[in-house]
């Protein structure tokens, strides 16, 4: 598939999502390509007269979401999310398991997904796995202190690859909230549940890319429409 047919696609998803959301919502909203996709639909309709606020899992997404006209709030003045709409790297079919966190925003999407009435998922169709983990790395969020120790425990854990994450000039990768990301090549996952369960153990890590049973729709674009999962 080209490059123009995957935006077409990830674009048709983020504007279905996006017009689910309805006036009084707070709306999560997430973080990448996709999810600008759905901002950008949002900000349209708020200029239409729709009436939200959303909460950004990311500094990205925030500037997006001022520059789409998007009212936002927090978590102190709303403990709830209607909905949230985001993307994602791996989306297991069945089980709707999903990896997240390649743009380097897992840990606020997860507490914002976490908090929501409904979290929706929009991809294209280069998104969906019969195991996570067959393309994707698992990307886990650590705080830098001890960062190699760290490192060795997620390697016990079967990884075959642990990476820091660098950015373009080749720094270490910061997160929004000022840790590091390990991505951890672990192949096809059998069992997410227990690999979760022992990455959770792990002192120094903050939170993990892996969002097991939290997609309550997915919707899946590619050029024979949108297909509507659910769990
Ligand atoms: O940290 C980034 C997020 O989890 C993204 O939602 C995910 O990487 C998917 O991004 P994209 O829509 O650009 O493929």
New binding site residues.
Partial sequence: MSGRDMNVH?RTAAREAADMVKSGMVVGL??????AYMIERLGERVAEGLEIFGIPT?DDSEDKAIKAGIPLTDFSAHRRIDIAI????EVQRGSLNLI???????LR?KIVAQAAKRFVVI?DGT?PVDLLGERAPV?VEVISFGWECTAERLAACGARGVKPRTDRAGSLFVTDTGNMILDCHFGPIENPEDLVGKIDRIVGVVEH?MFLNMASDVLVATTEGVERWEP
């Avoid at 997430?30 to 999810?35: F, H, L, N, R, V």
């Fill in positions: 990830k997430g973080t990448g390509s996709t999810a990311s985001d993307g994602a790297d997240k966190g390649l743009g380097g925003a897992l999407e991809v998104k990307p890319g």
